[in-house]
Nanobody, 123 residues
Framework: VQLVESGGGLVQVGDSLRLSCAAS????????LGWFRQAPGKEREFVSA????????YYLDSVKGRFTISRDNGKNTLYLQMNSLKPEDTAVYYC?????????????????WGQGTQVTVSS
């Protein structure tokens, strides 16, 4: 599976962005999908994840109510709608895919990663 993120950019505080992650491969619908982010000088952190069916979603506490994860298995695409953006959301955002059998918030559970897209929120 190859993953390619898009949709990042430079925005102002309170603005919105929608990230997309396009996947190749016929088994896309089998995977749990996640978004992670990494700010300069910090470790990569979990942001959100969605089950293979889209029926279960998970969020980092600090993005709950502002970010929405979704997937379109017919288009092999994962999305992250980000509203009310804050400067602390500034990071490189990565999408990830895997047959996650345990803790969906752990990066180690994902087998495939995109190259990342930069999100910068300016105050």
């Amino acid at each position: 599976v190859q993953l390619v993120e898009s949709g990042g950019g430079l925005v102002q505080v309170g603005d919105s962005l929608r990230l997309s992650c396009a996947a190749s491969g016929r088994t896309f619908s089998r995977y749990t999908l996640g978004w992670f982010r990494q700010a300069p000088g910090k470790e990569r952190e979990f942001v959100s994840a969605i089950s293979w069916s889209g029926g279960i979603t998970y969020y980092l506490d600090s993005v709950k109510g502002r970010f929405t994860i979704s997937r379109d298995n017919g288009k092999n695409t994962l999305y992250l709608q980000m509203n009310s953006l804050k400067p602390e959301d500034t990071a490189v955002y990565y999408c990830a895919a895997g047959v996650v059998t345990s803790y969906v918030r752990a990066a180690s559970g994902y087998d495939y990663w995109g190259q990342g897209t930069q999100v910068t929120v300016s105050s």
